[in-house]
């Protein structure tokens, strides 16, 4: 994995579980014989799929089970008979993502990460280190905020964006030295919480603040293709989706961080 000859490719989302991630329809029939199980569903969403080797998600284990009881995490390789991958083209046309259709999908016990009904505790162990450390690096960000300040070099332009480059530098920094932080009190033997939630607003609406600064320095010719900053804007509107929209990620930390009222069922 680490030398990216592995690839792994994350199964949360389902066409009715998206936000809502505890109403996972994909279910998992025990296949006492064999030592296993078959998983049977459709995930959506699913980055890197097309040309990824495996797939982890959560599936149902237990049938009267609702919500984030009864969910189990399995490691699912998506090479596996029953697995049809089918990608889905993102705003630049690539199929970055995609559909996976499981029927009857054979897992040995050995592939259930986290043992059978442990599968939310699992998942949001997961969600918490990708929102909070592993999602984006920080020398992604740092290369594009150095790249936006040469532009505004070359550029010159007006004062306002000069500041907003400015802004989008600091941020880009904020981010890397925040990291830093996490990784140090991960080392103390500290958890990721709920605060994650934070990190994720932050990085995902600096990088839409950092390109949208350099397509308007780049100005009519931000409209131009190979421009170089075009591919990823588009990839940084996703950004407040992917990983948990930030409405969500503001609700959490509204009650998980704030320590705010929940909204009570259909209101306001
Ligand atoms: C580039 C990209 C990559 C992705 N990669 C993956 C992946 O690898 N694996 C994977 O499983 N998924 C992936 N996703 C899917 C992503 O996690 C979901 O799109 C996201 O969680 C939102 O779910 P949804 O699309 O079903 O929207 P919905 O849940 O239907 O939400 C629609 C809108 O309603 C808002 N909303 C919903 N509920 C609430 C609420 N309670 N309060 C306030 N607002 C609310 C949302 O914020 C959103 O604006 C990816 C998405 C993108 C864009």
Same mark, same amino acid.
Do not use: C, I
């Given at each position: 994995m680490a030398r990216g000859e592995e690839i792994w490719a994350q199964g949360w989302?389902?066409?009715?579980?998206?936000?809502?991630?505890?109403?996972?329809?994909?279910?998992?029939?025990?296949?006492e014989e064999r030592g296993g199980w078959r998983l049977?569903?459709?995930?959506?969403?699913?980055?890197? $799929?097309?040309?990824?080797?495996?797939?982890?998600? =959560?599936? @149902?284990?237990?049938?009267?089970?609702?919500?984030?009881?009864?969910?189990?995490?399995?490691?699912?390789?998506?090479?596996?008979?029953?697995?049809?991958?089918r990608g889905i083209a993102q705003l630049d046309g690539e199929p970055g993502f995609a559909e996976v259709f499981l029927d009857e999908v054979f897992v040995p016990d050995a592939q259930v990460l986290g043992g059978v009904g442990q599968g939310w505790t699992v998942a949001m162990s997961t969600t918490g280190s990708e929102r909070g450390l592993t999602l984006r690096s920080p020398g992604r960000f740092m290369a594009a905020a150095d790249r936006l300040v040469d532009l505004a070099r070359a550029a010159a332009p007006g004062e306002a964006l000069?500041?907003?480059?400015?802004?989008?530098?600091?941020?880009?920094? $904020?981010?890397?030295?925040?990291?830093?932080?996490? =990784?140090? @009190?991960l080392e103390s033997g500290e958890a990721i919480g709920p605060e994650s939630s934070v990190n994720k607003v932050f990085w995902s609406e600096l990088d839409l603040r950092l390109h949208e600064t350099a397509l308007r320095i780049l100005?009519?010719?931000?409209?131009?293709?190979?421009?170089?900053?075009?591919?990823?804007?588009?990839?940084?509107l996703a950004g407040p989706i992917y990983g948990g929209t930030n409405e969500i990620q503001r609700n959490i930390i509204a009650e998980r961080v704030l320590g705010l009222p929940r909204e009570p069922k259909g209101g306001q």
């Open positions: 989302s389902e066409p009715e579980a998206g936000s809502d991630l505890a109403n996972v329809r994909g279910r998992a029939e025990r296949d049977s569903g459709q995930k959506t969403w699913s980055s890197r $799929a097309t040309y990824g080797h495996w797939l982890f998600g =959560l599936f @149902r284990t237990d049938p009267d089970s609702s919500r984030h009881r009864g969910l189990t995490y399995f490691l699912v390789p998506l090479d596996a008979e029953g697995v049809t991958v000069r500041q907003d480059v400015a802004r989008a530098w600091m941020e880009a920094d $904020a981010y890397r030295l925040y990291t830093f932080h996490t =990784l140090t @009190r100005g009519p010719d931000g409209e131009l293709p190979g421009n170089g900053w075009t591919d990823g804007f588009l990839f940084a």
